[in-house]
């Protein structure tokens, strides 16, 4: 089993429509999660983190539950501009240093 | 403006010729990495340093070489060794600990 799995996609969806990612991870003592999005042949960029309580940032909802081990990301209203590719990234237990980054989940939006 | 640079943002080498990818950051970030990414593919991690004079390999760093001799600067060397040079290649830095990273623009490097 990979240590974070992510549908790759694509998720085709109109416009305005509301979407979500689902991320899995192996590892329950993992103590932070993030969500990067990634243009095409660009470097990847900080959407949100994600907090236990869950975070909403304007169209984005990020929310965790530990006891299945998954987070999730929730956009409403699609832009066209939201075309792009959602990283789930999860810091596991200890100061290793090391980040996992799921392969990621590519979004279309379409007019 | 803080942030991390990358440079060359493109690199032709012919095969056989190792090369060295720059990484500088003014974020006065202690822990740097070296991602790959193939087209289509997630990142892989090349190598990462928590510290100065410190890093460690990571899943893919057979054919790689770096160092850290300075907290601003990570070069990445690909060597004559690794079999598939050619990639997208991401610098990133961080506070360390728990902390997110930042990434720079990449550089796409290509072997023929």
């Known amino acids: 089993r990979k240590e974070v799995e992510q549908d790759p996609g694509p998720f085709n969806v109109p416009e305005g429509a509301t979407v979500a990612f689902n991320c899995t991870y192996s590892n329950s003592a993992s103590q932070s999660f993030f969500w990067y999005r990634q243009d095409c042949r660009k470097e990847p960029k900080l959407l949100m983190s994600v907090y236990s309580s869950g975070n909403e940032d304007g169209r984005f909802t990020a929310q965790l539950n530990r006891a299945s081990q998954y987070i999730s990301l929730l956009i409403r209203d699609s832009k066209l501009s939201d075309s792009a590719t959602y990283l789930c990234?999860?810091?596991?237990?200890?100061?290793?240093?090391?980040?996992?980054f799921g392969q990621g989940t590519t979004l279309q939006v379409k007019p | 403006d803080g942030g991390i640079t990358q440079s060359p943002k493109y690199l032709f080498r012919k095969e056989g010729q190792n090369v060295t990818l720059s990484c500088e950051q003014n974020l006065n970030h202690d822990a740097m990495y070296w991602y790959r990414q193939d087209p289509g593919q997630g990142l892989r991690l090349i190598y990462y340093?928590?510290?100065?004079?410190?890093?460690q390999k990571g899943d893919i760093a057979e054919g790689y070489s770096v160092s850290r001799e300075k907290k601003e600067s990570f070069p990445l060397t690909v060597t004559s060794a690794q079999k598939n040079p050619t990639a997208f290649y991401l610098c990133?830095?961080?506070?360390?600990?728990?902390?997110?990273?930042?990434f720079g623009n990449g550089t796409r490097l290509t072997v023929t």
């Open positions: 990234v999860v810091i596991p237990s200890g100061n290793t240093g090391k980040l996992i």
């Open positions: 990133a830095s961080s506070i360390g600990g728990l902390s997110p990273l930042h």
């Open positions: 340093s928590q510290i100065v004079n410190d890093f």
